[in-house]
């Protein structure tokens, strides 16, 4: 997991915008996972970014040199604390999952979504005003609940995300060129 976060460009390129509406879909799967995880185990007080590994078994850690080293890693290369924490939670939950005699629930990967969503764009989103910004398009945050769902928003595969940027862009042109003409 660090090789893998440490290999993402944390900095927002021009993908993080062509691929914005993706991008805005792995958030909102990651928070329809997270949400599963919760509902499963319990509460947090912190959402969205957020040590589920903590809640699902308190008792299994990362050692703390990694996490150290790997929220260092992403501060210095984008700065942004929702990366350095969504970069740790990932490697805590690495950690747990990778434990021998760690039983979890059948649920879908919490983390997937959002490191692919890295993957496509770097840290490239704002937060304002209860949404997450994500230029073409705006996540709402709420709470966890809000996005309790069985049904997944998006596929992670490569070619479906670039197949949701290709339909949204084409959309949105059409509808730009209405509202010319």
């Avoid at 509460?43 to 260092?72: C, M, Q, S, Y």
């Avoid at 760690?102 to 005003?129: H, I, K, M, Q, T």
Wanted: aromatic share 12%; proline share 7%; glycine share 8%.
């Amino acid at each position: 997991m660090v090789d893998r976060l440490k290999a993402i460009n944390w900095k927002p390129s021009g993908d993080t915008f062509e691929k914005g509406f993706s991008r805005a879909a792995l958030m909102q799967e990651y928070f329809r996972r997270a949400a599963l995880w919760l509902n499963a185990y319990g509460d947090t007080e912190w959402w969205p970014f957020i040590d589920l590994a903590k809640i699902v078994n308190p008792d299994v850690r990362a050692d703390h040199a990694v996490i150290a080293d790997i929220e260092g890693f992403i501060d210095d290369a984008c700065g942004w604390s929702y990366a350095v924490d969504s970069g740790a939670a990932a490697v805590q939950w690495a950690a747990l999952t990778s434990t021998p005699g760690v039983e979890l629930r059948p649920l879908p990967d919490p983390f997937e979504p959002e490191l692919r969503l890295y993957e496509r764009g770097g840290s490239g989103f704002f937060s304002a005003n209860g949404f997450l910004d994500f230029g073409p398009i705006m996540v709402p945050r709420g709470n966890w609940r809000m996005h309790l769902s069985p049904t997944p928003v998006v596929e992670l595969d490569t070619q479906a995300l670039d197949a949701v940027d290709a339909e949204a862009w084409a959309r949105f042109n059409r509808a730009k060129q209405n509202a010319a003409g």
